[in-house]
């Protein structure tokens, strides 16, 4: 690790003023930043830690849920509200990491994960845009059966490794930030940016900008939800594939539907062209098949990820069929 | 400014870049916790922090100034070995060992977070607050610690058992 300074932020505002400083970074859990810094792929003069910060997790005045960014990712899977009200978010988040890590790892950090494209981390022998921008892409020719199927540049085919933000996807959530002009809400869905020809940027965070909260708008009271993930072993691996979903079921059809996926894109991606196939018609095989066929029809696999097409369609068919039999 | 491993108050380094695991490996010359991979992926370097369990490898030893860390050291002796180290040594649970502290920590933290009802990926009502530990529960709980030996059948046995003492 190159020298960096280390100072604990008092609250928000204090950590925004810190971290204007010259090359400083926020620091929470540390489960990746740490391991970034140790391989010189990242390199703060400063470390801000914000694990002192907010870590509630409050029922807001429309009916919702506000979690601090700097609630530990346990937290939030072991609280009742979210259990009950939000399975697929603690879904979600059991299926990420270990349990060691999950204790360790914030919510605001969560978010802020960077990609584990094994050419990003690979500082000494391959080339990647995501890390020095400009230098080209070893992965698009090279080992990349782990790589995106959706929203890939000629820059970059890397993926988001989150769990977490997969069903945040799904349940609209708003990230809330505060930076030095003062704080802003971004909608869930437009916080983490595709690669396009920048891909070093992985959200639309300004220099210096600090997320502070997530906030949860109330699902319909008859909402169902869940995530399914699959993986090359059983546990403590990321995404190849991984499905969340929510539906409200009446009289036997999808009333309302919301889909994401994760290990396919540069961010969590939002099923669109899946949910508009699938909303109003009943809960029958046929539709859930052809609601993926109407989204997989846009994916551009590389030469050696094309199974992940054929295992999103199984793994979504199969995510909605558990839900609208649960919700039916 | 004082982390306290093993309820003895130690100073926290000024060096910010010192790990958790190297401060109490190189500085405190408690061996027992080891490096595997020193990245988060193996997690031979768990200790427990105010009873959680923990990466001490992806750790700045700075951000647990006033928190209470216990090691392997802190949870059994030599001569007077904690029960699940003694479940351990009776079921293999083990084979070069030096996986083995990692996963004692992170076993006496897991039953804990079984007993306060902690879901797992394998949990089928996520809401149910009585955790059953069946195998497949106590294997998925476990899973952030890998055994290059391949012991794992011996440490879920000894730990089974463990939950057997615990409920009689």
């Known amino acids: 690790m190159t020298p960096f300074t280390y100072a604990r932020a008092s609250d928000a505002a204090d950590a925004v003023r810190r971290g204007t400083a010259n090359a400083a970074k926020f620091l929470g859990g540390g489960t990746n930043l740490v391991d970034l810094m ?13 694990t002192g910060l907010s870590q509630g997790i409050d029922l ?24 009950t009200r939000y399975e697929v978010l603690a879904r979600a988040i059991v299926a990420g990491a270990s349990a060691q890590i999950r204790n360790m790892a914030t919510v605001g950090g969560n978010l802020l994960q960077r990609t ?10 391959s080339r990647c845009n995501k890390r020095e921008p400009g230098q080209g892409c070893d992965a698009i020719d090279g080992f990349h ?46 916080f983490h940016r595709l690669p396009g020809d920048r891909p070093d940027l992985d959200t639309v965070l300004a220099p210096g900008e600090l997320v502070t909260a997530v906030e949860l708008p109330p699902l319909g009271p008859g909402a169902r939800s869940a995530y399914r993930k699959v993986r090359d072993r059983a546990s403590y691996a990321f995404a190849l594939v991984s499905v969340a979903a929510v539906v409200e079921m009446r009289d036997g059809r999808v009333e309302d539907v919301r889909i994401a996926l994760g290990g396919v894109a540069h961010k969590p991606w939002r099923a ?23 989204e997989l029809a846009g994916a551009q696999p590389l030469r050696d990820n094309g199974f992940k097409v054929e295992l999103a369609h199984r793994t979504i068919c199969a995510v909605l069929a558990g839900l609208t039999r649960e919700a039916a | ?15 910010p870049r010192v790990s958790l695991l190297d401060l109490v490996r190189e500085r405190l010359q408690l061996h027992g916790t080891k490096k595997g991979c020193d990245q988060g992926a193996c997690g031979a370097c768990t200790v427990l922090v105010d009873g959680q369990r923990m990466l001490s490898c992806l750790a700045l030893a700075v951000q647990y100034d006033g928190r ?13 070995l904690h029960p699940l180290q003694q479940a ?54 476990m899973s952030g610690n890998l055994c290059r030996c391949g012991a794992y059948n011996g440490i879920l046995d000894a730990i089974a058992e463990q939950l057997e003492e615990a409920a009689k």
């Open chain 1, 38 to 50: 140790r391989e010189t792929l990242e390199r703060p003069a400063a470390l801000v830690d914000v």
């Open chain 1, 145 to 190: 059966r782990g790589h995106a199927i959706f929203g890939a540049s000629p820059a970059c085919v890397a993926v988001h490794p989150s769990d977490m933000c997969v069903a945040l996807a799904t349940l609209d959530a708003v990230v809330h930030v505060e930076g030095s002009a003062g704080a802003r809400t971004v909608a869930f869905a437009d």
């Open chain 1, 60 to 83: 807001t005045p429309a009916g919702g849920l506000l979690i601090g960014a700097a609630a530990r990712n346990t937290a939030v899977a072991e609280h009742m509200e979210v259990r």
């Open chain 2, 68 to 80: 209470a860390v216990t090691t392997i050291e802190g949870i059994g002796q030599q001569g007077h």
């Open chain 2, 1 to 15: 400014m004082s982390i306290f491993v093993n309820g003895q108050a130690v100073a926290c380094p000024d060096d």
């Open chain 2, 88 to 141: 351990f040594v009776e079921h293999d649970g083990f084979q070069c060992g030096y996986c083995t502290p990692g996963q004692v920590c992170a076993a006496v933290a897991m039953l804990d977070e079984v007993k306060r009802g902690v879901p797992s990926y394998v949990s089928g009502d996520i809401t149910a607050t009585g955790i059953v530990p069946t195998r497949e529960e106590l294997q998925e709980r």
């Open chain 1, 272 to 294: 669109t062209k899946a949910e508009a196939a699938l909303r109003g018609r009943p809960a029958m095989a046929t539709a859930f098949a052809e609601a993926a066929d109407a």
């Open chain 1, 116 to 125: 584990r494209c094994a050419y990003f981390y690979d500082n000494e022998g």
